[in-house]
């Protein structure tokens, strides 16, 4: 998968995690089930495809220290994220119902350290560091100013209401569209010889088949 593909698939399953944690609430209780399981597993590939994502966005924004470190920051939100939703998860199907799986969950979180690694502290680094490196594409201006303010509104919804989420996701999806463009851009261009100014056509004529380049 190329990360401008990415880059629309990690917020659809943003999306999709919060339709379907607005569903599995409908009934007054929220796990274990299908629903459960479906929604975190989704949330869980979302984040897998922020790996590359920030990695990209990390080049883009001139994979300097600051750039570097934001990366970086994100990628330990991550592996907070993936810890949390890993243990719901997992407790999803050890439990027979709520009540159980909450007690086990409270068990984990009493665990010293835990809480403030995996639930609180920690998840908030992969929020911080997609605006900051936002914020940094924006002053490199490859992306739209109002993109930062998208990527923040993502990041404060579910601390105003998380059945806010879809709409976060979407904000995020929207933001994202400069750097798809960019990305797809890329592409194209790569399809040319270096050095030439001949259209991906041409290339297509001398190669047999244009191919566009990885953006990974």
């Known amino acids: ?39 975190h597993l989704a949330f869980v590939l979302a984040l897998a495809l922020f790996i590359p994502i920030m990695w990209t966005m990390r080049r883009l924004a001139g994979a300097g220290r600051a750039a570097t470190a934001a990366a970086v920051t994100g990628f330990a939100g991550i592996a907070a994220l993936t810890v949390q939703f890993g243990i719901d998860l997992v407790l999803g199907f050890l439990a027979d119902d709520k ?66 989420i879809p709409i976060g996701a979407i904000c995020l999806l929207i933001s994202f569209v400069p750097l798809i463009r960019t990305l797809r851009a890329g592409e194209t261009a790569g399809t040319a010889t270096p050095g030439r100014t001949g259209n991906a056509a041409d290339t297509a004529d001398r190669t047999g088949a244009a191919r566009p380049a990885s953006v990974a």
């Open 99 to 164: 009540a159980e799986m909450s007690a086990m969950a409270r068990s984990i979180m009493d665990l010293p350290g835990v809480t403030p690694v995996v639930y609180t502290f920690g998840p908030m680094l992969f929020y911080v560091a997609q605006v900051w490196l936002v914020v940094q594409l924006a002053v490199r201006r490859q992306v739209k100013v109002w993109t930062p303010v998208l990527v923040l509104t993502d990041m404060i919804l579910p601390f105003v209401d998380k059945d806010l």
């Open 1 to 39: 998968m190329t990360i401008a593909r990415a880059l629309v698939a990690a917020p659809l399953l943003l999306l999709a995690y919060g339709v379907i944690r607005i569903i599995d609430g409908l009934d007054g209780v929220r796990g274990p089930g299908v629903a459960w399981t479906t929604g």
